[in-house]
């Protein structure tokens, strides 16, 4: 027998007759011969309801309290689910994290998983069960319940298939793959049949909401196969997240991803010396706080400017820690930001052979006026931060310059 780890998202089980679709797909699975280990997400809406409740009480929620608390709303999920199979004849055993003993570090709201203890899984399955497991969250070394970060239920979901070895990770979504760019912004955007894991880890990183991108680095550190599926078609395969290249449709650019969660800052007038970037970098790390993009400009007069990004969630504790910490420690003229600001990026494992990608794309943006405020590469990716008012602009633009469009 085949085993098999599904992943159904918020959408997927926002409703009763939802959830009840969702048992009927996987009893089908399970008549196929197959093992099947579903990982559910909370009922859309419900960890935002939840949040929101405990921001009644305060302001900056207690980050212990607040898993204890979001936690809940995957356990009303995999509960139901596990009803739902019942009542279609299937032995069915539901579980949250810390009952599975997926166990995580201590960084409550961002855990990472550390192990996970598959034994009691492995004699549920040889059993006959269904097993149904709360994505999104864990138990670190005390007890205490923690969860993985917004879109942790992939996560769970790549890290049960690796640990059990299962022959595939199926996440199913509101979406029947993965796409050149979102539909929503480009109508004439085209599915992928197959994506590298190197573009989807950077697609991810970038903006694309498909997948989490700790789903994308532990499937590929681990060799999952990965495939994206909407919950709502019977028909399709969706998209494969392959390690071979020569199997994917080889178009120099294969997506376009953008993300509106950006926000720039920008300290002035720094010692230009060694070691300053980590005067700056090393107090935001400390409180962690990611940074994305960071350039430095070229010293004038012994005196440099410094600018990054940051989740625009994150801007004003980081303004904070660098306005009350940094800049009187370091004797920076000041520090400003803004967070109306977007990030485009084009991705491709055809820009390794293709030369040119660069200057096509800056072309593009200066043809419709749009200016270039920060620029970031890699082998595979080209990233540019653009004013928020001309993100869509840009997605469209750029969509069409590389011909990722459906008559292409």
């Known amino acids: 027998m085949t085993l098999i780890i599904q992943k159904y998202g918020g959408t997927s089980v926002g409703s009763t007759e939802r959830i009840k679709h969702v048992a009927r797909r996987i009893a089908k699975f399970q008549s196929r011969g197959h093992q099947v280990v579903v990982v559910v997400s909370a009922m859309s809406g419900e960890t ?43 032995k069915a055993k539901s579980y ?7 166990l995580t570090d201590s960084a409550h709201t961002k855990a990472r998983i550390l192990k996970i203890d598959e034994g009691g899984i492995r004699t549920d399955l040889d059993a006959g069960y269904v097993v149904v497991v709360a994505g999104f969250q864990g138990a670190d070394a005390h007890g205490n319940i923690t969860t993985l970060g917004r879109g942790g239920s992939d996560t769970t979901a790549v890290a049960l298939a690796a640990a059990l070895g299962a022959e595939e990770c199926q996440i199913y979504t509101d979406v029947d793959g993965i796409y050149t760019t979102d539909p929503r912004i480009v109508p004439e955007a085209r599915k ?6 190197e573009e989807m880890l950077e697609l991810a990183s970038l903006g694309s909401k498909v997948l989490q991108i700790r789903s994308v680095e532990f499937a590929g550190k681990y060799k999952v196969r990965l495939r994206v599926l909407s919950s709502f078609d019977e028909e399709g395969e969706g998209t494969l997240i392959t390690f071979e290249e020569g199997n994917m449709e080889r178009a120099i650019i294969s997506g376009i991803a953008f993300n509106r969660d950006e926000a720039k800052i920008t300290v002035l007038g720094v010692p230009d010396r060694p070691g300053i970037a980590y005067q700056i970098l090393g107090p935001i790390a400390d409180a962690n706080i990611d940074v994305d993009m960071i350039i430095q400009n070229i010293g004038y007069d012994g005196l440099t400017d410094f600018s990054f990004t940051v989740n625009r969630s994150e801007f004003g504790r980081a303004m904070g820690i660098l306005e009350n910490q940094v800049q009187p420690h370091i004797g920076a003229r000041g520090v400003v930001g803004g967070e109306k600001i977007a990030k485009v990026s084009v991705v491709g494992v055809g820009m390794r052979s293709h030369v040119g990608i660069a200057s096509r794309m800056f072309r593009a943006l200066a043809e419709e006026g749009i200016n270039i405020q920060m620029i970031s590469t890699s082998e595979i990716k080209i990233s540019v931060v653009v004013d928020e008012k001309y993100m869509e602009l840009a997605v469209r633009v750029l969509h069409k310059v590389f011909d990722l469009d459906q008559s292409s």
């Not at 207690?62 to 199979?85: C, F, I, K, N």
């Open 96 to 102: 949250t994290g810390a009952q599975v003993r997926i």
């Open 192 to 197: 992928l049949a197959s994506i590298t894991f």
């Open 48 to 90: 935002n309801r939840l949040i929101a409740l405990a921001r009644e009480f305060q302001a900056d929620p207690s980050a212990r309290e607040l898993d204890v608390m979001v936690s809940t709303g995957e356990q009303v999920s995999v509960a139901l689910l596990a009803m739902a199979l019942t009542d279609l004849g299937l």
